[in-house]
T-cell receptor, first 113, second 113 residues
Framework: QQQVKQSPQSLIVQKGGISIINCAYENTAFDYFPWYQQFPGKGPALLIAIRPDVSEKKEGRFTISFNKSAKQFSLHIMDSQPGDSATYFC????????????FGAGTQVVVTP | DVKVTQSSRYLVKRTGEKVFLECVQDMDHENMFWYRQDPGLGLRLIYFSYDVKMKEKGDIPEGYSVSREKKERFSLILESASTNQTSMYLC????????????FGPGTRLLVL
């Protein structure tokens, strides 16, 4: 049973558009929420992460929005580029969990030229 | 740069064989993890290790065991491979302490016939 639910499973966006991926969790002990990006043939790599003391974090064209009361967080990719085409995973962990991450199912993003 | 290497990119084994997947990290990280990645299920934790000779079960340990005799090396063992263990296997390492980022290897795609 997946502790972090991610949607959509896939999305296609035009170059310059906004990609939005959503995740929801139930475990209130989670206090660290990273997003990982995976290109074909590669392992996932950390893209951006947030802790619940802030509602938004921005790094370049990537923004995490966090809603603690709703237990939801989302990744926004602004001005999407073909090089952003990848699979994105949200994840969550708690401080008492040895850094074990619970991953969402993943979203395959395709950015068309 | 952190480097996590996995011994094989592709493996084909027969049902009932004993299979060893090796992972090596070069950054003196305390924690190491084995995940399997399946479409629609994301990454699921099989086992992790927080120190040499120490191991903990993850969410799906059945049919697997692990070994960590040296800090830099973490091995995943399939005692008797079955077709439902056909998957992508990803190894990751993490420094430990308050650093949360996990660094992934490129993965081993295992096919069990």
């Amino acid at each position: 049973q997946q502790q972090v639910k991610q949607s959509p499973q896939s999305l296609i966006v035009q170059k310059g558009g906004i990609s939005i991926i959503n995740c929801a969790y139930e475990n209130t002990a989670f206090d660290y929420f990273p997003w990982y990006q995976q290109f074909p043939g590669k392992g996932p790599a950390l893209l951006i992460a947030i802790r619940p003391d802030v509602s938004e974090k921005k790094e370049g064209r990537f923004t995490i929005s966090f809603n603690k009361s709703a237990k939801q967080f989302s990744l926004h990719i602004m001005d999407s580029q073909p090089g952003d085409s990848a699979t994105y995973f949200c994840a969550a962990s708690g401080t008492d969990s040895w850094g074990k991450l619970q991953f969402g199912a993943g979203t395959q993003v395709v950015v068309t030229p | 740069d952190v480097k996590v290497t996995q011994s094989s990119r592709y493996l084909v084994k027969r049902t009932g064989e004993k299979v060893f997947l090796e992972c090596v990290q070069d950054m003196d990280h305390e924690n190491m993890f084995w995940y399997r990645q399946d479409p629609g299920l994301g990454l699921r934790l099989i086992y992790f290790s927080y120190d040499v000779k120490m191991k903990e079960k993850g969410d799906i340990p059945e049919g697997y065991s692990v070994s960590r005799e040296k800090k830099e090396r973490f091995s995943l063992i399939l005692e008797s491979a079955s077709t439902n263990q056909t998957s992508m296997y990803l190894c990751a390492s993490r420094p430990g302490g308050i650093t949360e980022t996990q660094y992934f290897g490129p993965g081993t795609r295992l096919l069990v016939l």
